[in-house]
């Protein structure tokens, strides 16, 4: 089935840094979305991204979709203390049936040293 | 936040009994999933729904069975609980028309097989 290549699996960064991580995959993929988990709690969209080449921003955050469409990439600038957590990539693809369904990378550990 | 909540919150029961968990939505979207997370695997997706008694099989949906009567409600049955269905469940829900593609999580089902 179609995987996502997430990278890297962890970070350790002091307080104020950039952070930088992509998710590659074989597959095209039509949407790019970045999710932030923290522990014990559900994952939060952070960005959404639709189109090839495409790049947002939501605050420090910056999402770029890749023009091949089978890459994104996720940066953080000016790292803070609350940055902690797990980022998730996801791909989203049409199933057989004609519904859509997410395809999930392995997770980006964040430690932010203040 | 969208509007979802699971039940429990969380869980412990015995091999061999059988388990539902229930996810209820306040944002009438039509699309509803439940994932599974477990360390190194990521997110899997277990089963989806696109409508009313409308559902179909993810990646992992091998001793899983769901049923969604209402728009509301998703629920995610365990007819005999193993060990191996330990894990953090998560329901989301998406609106999946126009560009409202993404995936909001509730905040998930921590399951405990003994």
């Known amino acids: 089935g179609q995987q996502l290549n997430q990278s890297p699996q962890s970070m350790f960064i002091q307080e104020g840094e950039d952070v930088s991580m992509n998710c590659t995959s074989s597959?095209?993929?039509?949407?790019w979305l970045w999710y932030k988990q923290d522990p014990g709690e559900g994952p939060v969209l952070l960005i959404a991204?639709?189109?090839?080449?495409e790049l947002t921003s939501n605050g420090r955050l910056t999402a770029q979709f890749g023009i091949t469409r089978k890459d994104s990439f996720l940066n953080i600038s000016a790292s803070i203390p609350s940055d902690v957590g797990i980022y998730f990539c996801?791909?989203?693809?049409?199933?057989?049936?004609?519904?859509?369904?997410?395809?999930f990378g392995k997770g980006t550990k964040l430690t932010v040293n203040p | 936040d969208a509007g979802i909540t699971q039940s429990p919150r969380h869980k412990v029961t015995e091999t061999g009994t059988p388990v539902t968990l229930r996810c209820h939505q306040t944002?009438?979207?039509?699309?509803m999933y439940w994932y599974r997370q477990d360390p190194g695997h990521g997110l899997r997706l277990i089963h989806y729904?696109?409508?009313?008694?409308?559902?179909d099989k993810g990646e992992v949906s091998d001793g899983y069975s769901v049923s969604r009567s209402k728009t509301e409600d998703f629920l995610l049955t365990l007819e005999s609980a193993t060990s191996s269905q330990t894990s953090v469940y998560f329901c989301?829900?998406?609106?999946?028309?126009?560009?409202?593609?993404?995936?909001?999580f509730g905040p998930g089902t921590r399951l405990t097989v003994t």
């Open positions: 989301a829900i998406s609106d999946g028309t126009g560009s409202s593609y993404e995936q909001y």
């Open positions: 597959s095209i993929f039509n949407t």
């Open positions: 991204l639709y189109k090839a080449g």
């Open positions: 996801a791909g989203r693809s049409i199933t057989q049936g004609g519904s859509e369904k997410l395809v």
């Open positions: 944002e009438n979207h039509r699309y």
């Open positions: 729904s696109y409508g009313v008694k409308d559902t």
